[in-house]
């Protein structure tokens, strides 16, 4: 059975910084794309940030802007999240996505995988 399990959320104020740790199991995701999504109440789930196998990176940049980093550990199966300068506009629930399927990796139905969230609140 596959899984994705997100940790590392909380409750922080603006200005801090939070990693966000995606833990798999049940296969390897070392050669496929990864990527984070969050979901704000009453709003759809927005990309974030993928990570292909080779190392190579898409942000939102209208969201992130510049102050998110994705990255991988293939020997840990394990997909990161560091969230620096967070903003009362970041708070939602982040998801790992795993095993994008083609080229719309921004996009939600390109993954075959999810976790279940992890709560990020920033308050003001």
């Known amino acids: 059975q596959v899984q994705l399990v997100e940790s590392g959320g909380g409750l922080v104020q603006a200005g801090d910084s939070l990693r966000l740790s995606c833990a798999a199991s049940g296969r390897t995701f070392s050669r496929d794309t990864m990527g984070w999504f969050r979901q704000a109440p009453g709003k759809e789930r927005e990309f974030v940030a993928a990570?292909?196998?080779?190392?190579?990176?898409?942000y939102n940049l209208d969201s992130v802007k510049g102050r998110f980093t994705i990255s991988r550990d293939n020997a840990k199966n394990t997909v990161y999240l560091q969230m620096n300068s967070l903003e009362p506009e970041d708070t939602a629930v982040y998801f790992c996505?795993?095993?994008?399927?083609?080229?719309?990796?921004?996009?939600?139905?390109?993954?075959?995988?999810w976790g279940q969230g992890t709560q990020v609140t920033v308050s003001s």
């Open positions: 990570m292909r196998w080779s190392g190579g990176t898409t």
């Open positions: 996505a795993g095993r994008c399927s083609g080229y719309e990796c921004p996009k939600s139905f390109a993954y075959q995988y």
